[in-house]
C-alpha cells in the first residue's frame, strides 16, 4: 500500500468474490467516467487506486469531496484530455467527509456518469494489517483500534450500501485485489494489453539494463561485411531485405513471437504491464535493429502494443 494508513494486503488466495458487470466500454462521444474509491482503512484503497493509474486513470488521492465537483468539471473528451478520473475519498478527509453525500447529488444534477467502489475487510483482518505496520487507525484517537474501527463503519455504512461493487479483501493478496479491480473497470481490450519495448543494442556495448528478455541473433551473417551494406543500418530497406533474407531469419522471427506470446500473457496475468525485449548484435547497427523491428511489427499484427527503441544507432 502507498496509503500511510492502509497496511500491506496477506499473500493469499481468493475464494471467488462476485464482481460488478460493467457496462458496454463507452463511445468517443459519450461522457467522462468518474470513479470514487472509498471504504474503511487497511482495505486496500490505494492498491486499487495504484491499479488505476496503471490503466491510465487520473487518480487524485485522499481528496475533499466538494474538490470533486471542480475536477468533473475540469474532464474533457479532447485528444490528450481527461475521460476518466478516479478519487480516493475517504474519512482521511475530516470534516471534509460530511459533504460527500451533498456532492454526490450535485454530480448526478450535473449528470456526471459516476459509480462507488468501495474496499473493504473484517475486523480482525484490518486490527493485523495495522499491527503489521504499526500505525494506529486514523479515527482511533485515544482509544482502542477496535473503536477507530467501529467509528468507520459507522461513518461509512451508507456510503457502503449506495457503492455499485463493494470488494471484500479480508482473504485476497495484493495482486488478487488489482485482478478484481481490473475486472471491475477494464472493459475494453486496450485497457489489459501489456506494453512491450523492443530495444536493439549492440553485445559490445553492454546489456540494456532493463531487459526482461534478451535475443541474441549472431547467428546472421553479418551486413557489416557487405561494402554496399555497412553505411546503412537496420532501418534502410536494403539492410532489413538482406536481413530478413538470410536462412532461418523470418523463421526465428515466427517462432520467437509464437514463443513469447503466452509469456505476455502469463505477465498480464500476473500484474506486469511493461516488458522490453532486448534484441542484440555486435554492434548494435544492423541485424538486431532489422530483426527487432520484425519482432514488433509481428506483435502489432497479433494486437500488442509495442514501440521500438534503438539504443546504439550512431555510436560507431
Known amino acids: 500500500m502507498t496509503e500511510a494508513t492502509d497496511p500491506a494486503l496477506p499473500p493469499t488466495v481468493p475464494e471467488g468474490i462476485p464482481l460488478l458487470e460493467r457496462e458496454t466500454p463507452p463511445a468517443e462521444d459519450a461522457r467522462p467516467e468518474v470513479l470514487i474509491i472509498t471504504g474503511m482503512s487497511g ?4 492498491r486499487a487506486a495504484a491499479v488505476l493509474e496503471d490503466l491510465d486513470w487520473y487518480v487524485v488521492d485522499n481528496l475533499p469531496p466538494k474538490m470533486l465537483l471542480a475536477l468533473s468539471g475540469m474532464m474533457t473528451q479532447a485528444d490528450g484530455g ?7 475519498v475517504d474519512v482521511r478527509s475530516r470534516e471534509f467527509f460530511s459533504d460527500l453525500v451533498q456532492v454526490l447529488a450535485d454530480l448526478r444534477t450535473r449528470q456526471v456518469d459516476y459509480r462507488i467502489m468501495f474496499l473493504d475487510a473484517a475486523d480482525e483482518v484490518l486490527v493485523r494489517r495495522f499491527e503489521q505496520v504499526r500505525r494506529p487507525h486514523p479515527l482511533q484517537g485515544d482509544g482502542r483500534m477496535l473503536d477507530g474501527i467501529a467509528e468507520e463503519r459507522r461513518l461509512l455504512d451508507h456510503l457502503r450500501s449506495r457503492a455499485d461493487v463493494v470488494i471484500d479483501t479480508s482473504d485476497l493478496s495484493v495482486h488478487d485485489l488489482a485482478r478484481q479491480v481490473r475486472d471491475v473497470v477494464a472493459g475494453e481490450a486496450g485497457d489489459r494489453r501489456i506494453r512491450i519495448t523492443t530495444v536493439s543494442f549492440g553485445f559490445k556495448y553492454g546489456l540494456p539494463l532493463d531487459a526482461d528478455h534478451v535475443v541474441d541473433v549472431r547467428f546472421l551473417s553479418n551486413p557489416y561485411w557487405v561494402t554496399e551494406l555497412r553505411h546503412l543500418n537496420g532501418r534502410d530497406e536494403p539492410v532489413r531485405d538482406y536481413v530478413l533474407g538470410l536462412p532461418g531469419a523470418e523463421e526465428f522471427v515466427e517462432r520467437y ?28 547497427k544492423h541485424r538486431s535493429v532489422a530483426i527487432s523491428e520484425a519482432i514488433a511489427t509481428r506483435l502489432r499484427e497479433g494486437g500488442q502494443s509495442v514501440r521500438t527503441v534503438h539504443r546504439d544507432l550512431g555510436r560507431e
Open 43 to 46: 482495505a486496500g484503497r490505494s
Open 82 to 88: 481527461v475521460r476518466r478520473l478516479a478519487a480516493v
Open 257 to 284: 513471437v509464437a514463443a513469447i506470446e503466452p509469456v505476455l500473457q502469463g505477465y498480464l496475468t500476473e500484474q506486469k504491464p511493461y516488458v522490453t525485449i532486448a534484441v542484440g548484435c555486435t554492434g548494435g
